[in-house]
């Protein structure tokens, strides 16, 4: 539960998504990223939502919803996004903002259902598929997970890969991603890793094609998602702009959420709210 938020489970063509809505204005969705939930977002909703509606969910297979029980896509996610606003009766454009995965889903929502966003986010989410020495790695790492779970020499592989160093050793970082990492039915997680990580598409040659504007945040310690990658994807989209954040691997929500709520906001505000 985030911010002490009542939430709700909403049936979906990926199984039921738990969700909390608070804040009040226009809409906005806030999709987590891969291995944590949607208490992720608990450091930056409380700015968000003075001006406006946050749907906070926890995406399929994370958090308290149903875990996988099949492969699933991007496009999958997507209309699993539509599905849940047309559940909870938000038929205009949300402002959509997306840490890793969930930046990967916007950018297929707004691409496949332009009507639905209206502005979009996207936080550490390069658009590219993941190298092939990821691929190696994570490869590796998922029959572990989906055995052991996150303990040990795992657990700390997880946080290398989400939090610097400095993060990872402030007591409530670390605590707040442990917990989310633990939640969910390992292997619905499994099977997550293989639909959103190894399977993840390539978007590149569709940023053109992206209406919205469109902010793409970089960090600086994240080595996949680079402030010139962040640059170049800005470039090629339609409306697109970027920003970095300092002090920040992949959980920008957890590691910066001043920083971002502020990005945010300004983004909204000169961008978004003129739309």
Excluded at 14 to 29: E, I, Y
Excluded at 216 to 235: L, Q, Y
Excluded at 246 to 266: F, H, K, M, N, Y
Aim: aromatic share 6%.
């Amino acid at each position: 539960m985030t911010m002490g938020i009542a939430s709700q489970l909403v049936p979906t063509s990926l199984g039921s998504l738990n969700v909390r809505v608070t804040g009040a204005g226009p809409a906005a969705l806030l999709w987590h990223g891969m291995f944590v939930d949607g208490t992720s977002w608990e450091r930056v909703a409380p700015r968000l939502a003075a001006c406006r509606t946050l749907v906070i969910l926890d995406g399929p297979a994370h958090g308290c919803s149903d875990p996988l029980t099949s492969t699933a896509s991007l496009s999958d996610c997507a209309a699993v996004a539509v599905e849940l606003l047309d559940a909870l009766r938000i038929a205009g454009p949300v402002d959509w903002v997306g840490n890793a995965w969930g930046g990967h889903v916007g950018m297929v929502t707004a691409l496949q259902h332009p009507e639905r966003i209206r502005s979009l986010v996207a936080v550490s989410a390069p658009p590219s598929p993941i190298s092939q020495s990821l691929r190696r790695r994570i490869t590796l790492l998922r029959p572990l997970l989906s055995t052991i779970g996150y303990r040990g020499p795992l657990l700390g592989a997880v946080l290398a890969s989400q939090l610097t160093a400095a993060s990872a050793d402030d007591p409530a970082t670390r605590e707040l991603a442990v917990a989310s990492f633990r939640r969910p039915r390992r292997d619905g997680i499994a099977r997550a890793i293989r639909s959103f990580i190894l399977n993840r598409e390539d978007l590149m040659g569709s940023l053109p094609d992206l209406a919205p504007p469109t902010l793409f945040i970089a960090t600086d310690d994240r080595g996949e998602f680079t402030p010139d990658d962040a640059a170049k994807a800005a470039g090629a989209a339609q409306r697109g702009d970027w920003a970095v954040a300092r002090g920040a691997r992949a959980l920008v929500p957890l590691e910066q959420p001043g920083w971002l709520a502020r990005e945010i906001l300004d983004f909204w505000e000169r961008g978004a709210d003129r739309a």
